[in-house]
């Protein structure tokens, strides 16, 4: 009884005043460190950021000018590949209206979406978002797209079918004006030219090899490639990684691009294999 | 001496065996040479220099930074990108009888910038920067095929180069020097 009268008697208050005391210590404590931890931080960024201005300055005397700001690494394939097709299904309703229900567009001047690739679909609404690529129409859809959901999106355009179907409103086979160009167009989608440093179109676009972020053609309207075409040589589009397709487009002549647009656009261009 | 024959053509045999697996895997390994000599490449510590995927991003490859570009010192710098099937930029243009030191790296796999007519050549390497200082004696126009197997279109990958004489290099604009309209 008598020791745990003292036991316990003594103990309250000490108990108390230590508990208070601890909590004020341990509180300006804690205050202290985060406020120091915070101020090294920013420090650090601070330090970082201006190690980083400069660099980049001293580097490129030119304005820098970026391309793109999708970089094809592992971690932006593996977002592009977790892509759900069903939530892409839900998603295209908005985008039906211009592309159709089954991804074939009614109007020629604007873009079939189905069979496309997934890393071309995500890097040109990626670009949109970041303005690079710039349409009046496009920026401020696809501004309304996470990443995740043009991924998404990606995946549902990359399985729809590239079948013809007769109950479709689709502008897409559209004859060629001058069938006699076609010769133009096979030599330079088989073997581009050699002379002028003009890759052949399959090597890049398929079906022969895929360069990553080029799509495939075989099934595209025909005014809409000639527009890109046009807008590459000029200049007007540049969201192409290192000069690649500007300095293609920039070589061929006026008939050329109508040739090759028309030829693919006609629905004649070498077809989609399996990726 | 049957049994001795017959245990020494066994061996024989086993040899051959061996030897033929080799030279298979060998002649394999021939063929598909170019898979493995990049990660051998960058197993034995090479590949430290600029990201391939993200040249266009940071650092002296950036777009507004390619082609000749006049040191601090008065030297000539030509910097390049070699990628699947063109050259960036396509179209250089460089002084006659200058030093001209080439910098030149891949975005995707191992080309070789050559230049017609001459013995020069440079392998582009992705994740790495190669450099060589060249001069040019004749001015003209002077093709600049790539000459490492690269893919589908590696007979269409193909530059230009642009020898102009000394006082008419000068006057032209860094954006001049890096196209021949």
Not at chain 2, 69 to 86: D, K, N
Request: contains cysteine; charged residues 20%.
């Amino acid at each position: 009884m008598w020791s745990r009268e003292i036991s316990l008697h003594p103990c309250f208050p000490a108990k108390g005043e230590l508990v208070s005391n601890l909590t004020h210590a341990a509180r300006l404590r804690i205050g202290t460190r985060w406020v120091a931890t915070l101020m090294i931080l920013c420090e650090i960024t601070v330090l970082l950021a201006g190690r980083d201005s400069c660099t980049q300055s001293v580097n490129s005397a030119p304005p820098l000018r970026v391309p793109s700001n999708v970089t094809w690494t592992k971690e932006t394939l593996r977002i592009i590949s977790n892509g759900d097709a069903f939530r892409g299904l839900l998603l295209a309703r908005r985008c039906n209206h211009c592309h159709g229900e089954e991804g074939f567009s009614s109007i020629s001047t604007f873009p079939n979406l189905a069979g496309l690739d997934r890393l071309s679909f995500w890097k040109q609404m990626q670009d949109f978002r970041s303005g690079k690529r710039t349409s009046q129409v496009m920026q401020p859809i696809a501004e309304g797209f996470s990443a995740r959901e043009s991924a998404d999106l990606a995946a549902y355009y990359a399985m729809l079918p590239t079948t013809s179907d007769p109950q479709d409103n689709r502008a897409f086979p559209q004859s060629m004006h001058e069938p006699a160009r076609a010769s133009i167009a096979i030599r330079l989608i088989v073997f581009g030219d050699g002379q002028r440093g003009i890759p052949p179109c399959q090597s890049c676009h398929g079906p022969v090899s895929y360069v990553k972020g080029a799509p495939p053609l075989s099934t595209q309207n025909r005014d809409y490639l000639e527009q890109q075409v046009e807008h590459f040589s000029n200049g007007y589009r540049a969201n192409d990684i290192n000069v690649r397709m500007r300095s293609i487009a920039r070589q061929l002549t006026g008939e050329e691009k109508t040739a090759v647009s028309e030829y693919y656009g006609a629905g004649l261009g070498p077809g989609v294999s399996s990726r | 001496m049957s049994l001795s024959t017959a245990t020494r053509s066994a061996g024989m045999k086993k040899i051959g065996i061996a030897a033929a697996v080799t030279l298979l895997a060998l002649v394999l390994l021939s063929i598909r040479y170019y898979t493995v000599d990049l990660p051998i490449y960058h197993f034995l510590g090479g590949g430290e220099g600029p990201d391939p995927p993200a040249l266009h991003l940071r650092g002296e490859f950036v777009e507004s930074n390619l082609g000749a570009a006049e040191g601090p010192s008065g030297s000539l710098t030509v910097r390049m990108i070699a990628q699947q099937f063109v050259f960036a930029p396509q179209c250089i243009v460089v002084p006659a009888n200058v030093p001209v030191t080439f910098r030149i790296t891949s975005a995707d796999v191992v080309h070789m910038l050559s230049f017609v007519g001459t013995d020069y050549g440079l392998k582009a390497v992705p994740g790495e920067v190669t450099e060589a200082t060249f001069t040019f004696a004749t001015t003209g126009t002077f093709k600049m095929p790539c000459h490492e197997f690269c893919g589908a279109g590696h007979d269409a990958m193909r530059g230009q180069l642009n020898v102009v004489p000394r006082d008419q290099f000068a006057p032209l604009l860094p954006s001049e020097r890096r196209t021949c309209e």
